[in-house]
C-alpha cells in the first residue's frame, strides 16, 4: 500500500524567504507523485508532478521538488514566497489505478 | 475552455436524507474521480469513472455511490445521510490515462444536520 506523510501541518514564513515543505511517501513499488495547492474555498491546482525521468521537477508560480528515492521524498521547494502563496499544499502519491493518496495537507502561511 | 463544474456549491440535509451532487468534467475529459475532504481524515478517494464504467473504488461504504453518463458528467449519491458525512466533496476530471494531470472543480460543501 501507498501513503504520504507531509511532516509538518503548518509552516509559517515571512515574505521573500525560501520555504521547504515536506513529503515522505512509503510504497513498495514505484511511485509517481504530486504536489498541488488549495486556496481558501478552491478546488485543487496541480503545481507539479514526477513520473519518471529528472529528479528535480519544475512547476508552476516559480516552484519546485526533488524526488529523493533512497529517503523516500518529494520536498517542494521556493526560494522567494510571496504572500499570495499562502494556502494549503498536498502531497500526493498515486496508486497506480486512476486514484491519488494525498498526505494531509501543510498550511503556508506567509506574513510580510 | 471551462473547468470542471460541481453543482451545487453548498447543500444542508439532514441526517437520514439521501444527496446527489454533480459534476460536469472539462469538455473532452471521460474520466471523472469523486474525493472526500474533511478536516480529520483530509482528503480520501472515492471512485473513478471512465467511459461509464466505475474503474476504482475507495474504502467507503455502500451508501456512497456514483455513475457517469454517455456525455461523460458524474454523480455521486450518499443515501442515510449521517452527521460524519458533512464535508466537501470534489471532483476531478481527466483525459483517462493513467498519469494523465487531473483537473479538480471548487467542490461541494455538505453539511448534515
Known amino acids: 500500500a501507498q501513503s504520504v506523510t507531509q511532516l509538518d501541518s503548518q509552516v509559517p514564513v515571512f515574505e521573500e524567504a525560501p520555504v521547504e515543505l515536506r513529503c515522505n511517501y512509503s510504497?513498495?513499488?514505484?511511485?509517481?507523485l504530486f504536489w498541488y495547492v488549495q486556496y481558501p474555498n478552491q478546488g485543487l491546482q496541480l503545481l507539479l508532478k514526477?513520473?519518471?525521468?529528472?529528479?528535480l521537477v519544475k512547476g508552476i508560480n516559480g516552484f519546485e521538488a526533488e524526488f529523493n528515492k533512497s529517503q523516500t521524498s518529494f520536498h517542494l521547494r521556493k526560494p522567494s514566497v510571496h504572500i499570495s502563496d499562502t494556502a494549503e499544499y498536498f502531497c500526493?502519491?498515486?496508486?497506480?489505478?486512476?486514484?491519488?493518496?494525498f498526505g494531509k495537507g501543510t498550511s503556508l502561511l506567509v506574513t510580510p | 475552455k471551462a473547468g470542471v463544474t460541481q453543482t451545487p456549491r453548498y447543500l444542508i440535509k439532514t441526517r437520514g436524507q439521501q444527496v446527489t451532487l454533480s459534476c460536469s468534467p472539462i469538455?473532452?475529459?471521460?474520466?471523472v474521480s469523486w474525493y472526500q475532504q474533511t478536516p480529520g481524515q483530509g482528503l480520501q478517494f472515492l471512485f473513478e469513472?471512465?467511459?461509464?464504467?466505475?474503474?476504482n473504488k475507495g474504502n467507503f461504504p455502500g451508501r456512497f455511490s456514483g455513475r457517469q453518463f454517455s456525455n461523460s458528467r458524474s454523480e455521486m449519491n450518499v443515501s442515510t445521510l449521517e452527521l460524519g458525512d458533512s464535508a466537501l466533496y470534489l471532483c476531478?476530471?481527466?483525459?483517462?490515462?493513467?498519469?494523465?494531470?487531473?483537473?479538480f472543480g471548487q467542490g461541494t460543501r455538505l453539511t448534515v444536520v
Open positions: 476531478a476530471s481527466s483525459l483517462g490515462g493513467q498519469w494523465t494531470e487531473a483537473f
Open positions: 500526493a502519491v498515486s496508486r497506480g489505478v486512476y486514484a491519488l493518496n
Open positions: 514526477y513520473l519518471s525521468g529528472s529528479t
Open positions: 469513472y471512465f467511459s461509464e464504467t466505475q474503474r
Open positions: 469538455s473532452g475529459h471521460r474520466s
Open positions: 510504497s513498495s513499488v514505484s511511485v509517481y
